[in-house]
Every structure is written in C-alpha cells, then in structure tokens.
Nanobody, 115 residues
C-alpha cells in the first residue's frame, strides 16, 4: 500500500506562489502516474495536473501557464509549483498516485488565496 504525504499548502495573497510536495512511501519508480487534484467547498474534486512515470505532463485549463508539475525521483517526491495564484485557486489540494492498478490519495493540504 502506497502512502502519500503532502505539504506546502498555506495562506497566500493573490499573485503569490506556493509549492506543494507529495512524498511517496514506496519508490516513485513503482508508480505509474501521479497527479494533483483539488476540491473547493461545495464543488467536486477536479484534476489540476498529472505526470506519468516517463514524464509526460497534462494540465487543466485553469492552471495552464501558471502551474508546473514535476518529480524528483531521487526523493520519491512530486511537486506542484503554483504561480500567479488567484482567489479561485482556493481549495484543498490532494495528491493522487496509481500503482499496480490501485489508486491512492493523500490527506490533502489547504491552499487559501486572498485578495
């Protein structure tokens, strides 16, 4: 079973930046794909960005040009660099990983963007 530990959320003014981290309990090489999702109050959880084991990235329209997803395989960690943050980015951000056809979720980290 893969455990995911997230960190990096917080309170930031609009236009600011945050970097989220997700560290896996197993070697990241055993994980097929990873991604970041977010869920705002009263809304469904949505995909923000994803990255495959061979480094292919995909982004939701909401984050294109502002967010960057990347991995540090040596640290078994995935990151989400978020720049030019907006109040509408406020949500709980969740790390997701798929390993051996099983999906795993982190506990979530709160991101709050204020004007």
């Amino acid at each position: 079973q893969v455990q995911l530990v997230e960190s990096g959320g917080g309170l930031v003014q609009a236009g600011g930046s945050l970097r989220l981290s997700c560290t896996t309990s197993e070697s990241i090489f055993s994980i097929n794909a990873m991604g970041w999702y977010r869920q705002a109050p009263g809304k469904q959880r949505e995909l923000v960005a994803s990255i495959t084991s061979d480094g292919r990235r995909a982004y939701a329209d909401s984050g294109k040009g502002r967010f960057t997803i990347f991995r540090n395989n040596g640290k078994n960690t995935m990151y989400l660099q978020m720049n030019s943050l907006r109040p509408e980015d406020t949500a709980v951000y969740y790390c997701h990983a798929e390993s051996r056809d099983v999906g795993y979720w982190g506990q979530g980290t709160q991101v709050t963007v204020f004007l």
